[in-house]
């Protein structure tokens, strides 16, 4: 059985870190979610030194750095999840759900981070019927249960961090003896058909795309605007704004090996690419002079 662990929000979490210096949620205690917040703290002195510092999920520690004789240290940044959206914590979210119902954290805003509650709510009475409904990061709302015009609804199991039991996942861990794998920051840097049509996409598709994280077996990139991952059999190779989105049904990994072969399958051009387009001159036909 696996005990949440709300993370730490306003109501303890005073001291955000320099905002110069990198800072944000990642998983410092081993529980697989980026929870736990990190940044540098300390003014300088002998006294109160700069420092890695974290506040640890499900504790009050605003400042710990180490984990019996592990020293916390400064994550990967691509570990790090930006602090521009504040996770609830026990301190407004007082109503966890029916425990006996899916409940957990997911990406219901777009963000790409599963940083919001979501759970089964309410006694089942006309005025209060039984809904799914969302604690929305960066909000004092327990409830939401919609979006503009979307409406909330649980997430594919897939998608959902649970609270309680570890789901049946193949869960993917790295050893210390494997090779590890190279990922190259990448850029797209222009369009050259028009089988994308998405009013406004291309643009914010273009730039410097870095290596994510492993999604599904592959490598997923993002320039911070759009995602490009591979969404599982179901779903294929995807090109969207958040691991929680789906633009039909996208080619198999065992048809595109990576996410650059899927921006070229999508007539856009990488930096990489070599293309030869060489100079010509016109000849005039003999006896048109």
Known sequence: M?????????????????????????????????????????DGTAANPIRWAV???????????????LSYS??????????????????????????????????????GFSIEYGRYVGDGTAANPIRWAVALAGKTEQYATSMGALSYS?????????????????WQFQLGTDEVKDY????????????????GAPVAMLGMYEFDKMYNGAAAYTNYKYIVFYGGARDG??????????????????A????????????FHLSTDEEDYPTFEEEPEPGSV
């Open 2 to 42: 696996f005990t949440m662990k709300i993370p730490q929000s306003s109501a303890t979490l005073t001291d955000l870190g320099y905002s110069q210096k990198p800072r944000g949620w990642y998983d410092a205690q081993g529980t697989g979610f980026s929870i736990d917040y990190g940044r540098y703290v300390g």
């Open 154 to 170: 649980e997430p594919d199991n897939r998608y959902l961090m649970p609270d309680h039991d570890w789901p049946d996942h193949d």
């Open 256 to 267: 595109i090996a990576d996410a650059q072969g899927f921006i070229k399958s999508k007539q």
């Open 184 to 199: 190259p920051t990448f850029e797209v840097t222009g369009q050259a058909g028009s089988n994308f049509n998405r009013i």
């Open 74 to 111: 400064e994550p990967d940044n691509r570990y790090l999840m930006p602090n521009c959206w504040g996770i609830q914590s026990s301190a407004t979210l007082t109503d966890l759900g029916y425990s006996q119902k899916p409940r957990g954290w997911y990406d219901a805003q777009g963000t």
């Open 237 to 254: 190779w995807q090109w969207v704004t958040g691991y929680n989105e789906r633009v039909g049904n996208g080619p198999l990994l065992s």
């Open 55 to 69: 506040a640890l999920a499900g504790e009050t520690e605003q400042y710990a750095t180490s984990m019996g004789a």
